[in-house]
């Protein structure tokens, strides 16, 4: 199995390391506690904006999903897009085609998969559910220079694809 070029085993001399620099894990464990923070309290202000229109925060990522990427869109598409689990991504598709909002149609290339289609429904909430997302971003970078954002950006992607390149690294998935 092929490592990530940045990425090595974590040996016992590691983590002793780790232990005698516990203000390195400790400021780490911070970050990861703010991220943690920053998509809970994003989830529920969505929760809260969209409550009118009865839809949760995963049911308007995954519209928000279809408004940016085109309508008719694989579901194995919007699990990898959103990043989400293919049982979590089936239970939000089926209370989106419950509350009338998509259509889910055999893909006609794969009658195994499934087509995702945008009803009237969905696209008249489109500028509504936008607008929450826009203001969601402005709210969080409120007071943050531009220059900043991006390197919280490269940060995090890195930090990403470090624990995408270890958990494959160790479970080859």
Do not use: C, W
């Not at 516990?22 to 991220?35: I, K």
Request: aromatic letters at 6%; zero cysteines; glycine letters at 6%.
């Amino acid at each position: 199995m092929a490592k990530h070029p940045n990425l090595r085993t974590v040996t016992t001399r590691d983590r002793t390391a780790l232990k005698e620099d516990g203000h390195r894990m400790t400021r780490f464990q911070l970050v990861v506690s703010l991220a943690g923070r920053i998509l809970q309290s994003g989830q529920m202000y969505l929760n809260s904006a969209l409550r009118e229109k009865q839809l949760g925060s995963a049911e308007a990522n995954i519209l928000m999903f279809l408004y940016t990427h085109g309508d008719g869109v694989r579901q194995e598409d919007i699990v990898a897009g959103v990043d989400v689990s293919k049982p979590a991504v089936s239970r939000t598709i089926m209370s989106l085609v419950k509350k009338g909002y998509v259509k889910r149609v055999h893909n006609q290339d794969d009658k195994r998969s499934y087509t995702i289609l945008l009803t009237e429904k969905a696209r008249k909430e489109e500028a509504f559910i936008q607008k929450h997302y826009e203001d969601l971003v402005v709210a969080a970078s409120s007071g943050i220079p531009e220059a900043k954002i991006e390197e919280f950006v490269e940060i995090f992607r890195r930090v990403a694809d470090n624990l995408d390149a270890y958990r494959k690294s160790k479970f080859g998935r």
